[in-house]
């Protein structure tokens, strides 16, 4: 089993940053694929943005230039800075993680961005 514990989340105005943090702990051999996806109130959960084994970064069109993954394989960590925030980011915010073909979420943090 794997576990996910997700944190940063918050009230913010538009125009402003928050950092996420999630740590992935358990039984782990190796990660495929580790990121966040985000839910918006009445809406369907849509990636915002992960990585692969090898590195490779993939980012929602949403999100794009104004959001950066970055992540610690030895540590299974992955943070989301979030910049140049608008109301429509406001969302639960889930990490996920990819190992050995499971996929593993948290519970999720809220993102509340004020106009």
């Known amino acids: 089993q794997v576990q996910l514990v997700e944190s940063g989340g918050g009230l913010v105005q538009a125009g402003g940053s928050l950092r996420l943090s999630c740590a992935a702990s358990g039984t782990i051999f190796s990660i495929n694929v580790m990121g966040w996806y985000r839910q918006a109130p009445g809406k369907q959960r849509e990636l915002g943005a992960v990585?692969?084994?090898?590195?490779?970064?993939t980012y929602a069109d949403s999100v794009k230039g104004r959001f950066t993954i970055s992540g610690d394989n030895a540590n299974y960590t992955v943070w989301l800075q979030m910049s140049s925030l608008i109301p429509e980011d406001t969302a639960v915010y889930y990490c996920?993680?990819?190992?050995?073909?499971?996929?593993?979420w948290g519970k999720g943090t809220l993102v509340t961005v004020s106009a």
């Open positions: 996920n993680c990819n190992t050995r073909g499971q996929n593993y």
């Open positions: 990585f692969n084994s090898i590195g490779a970064t």
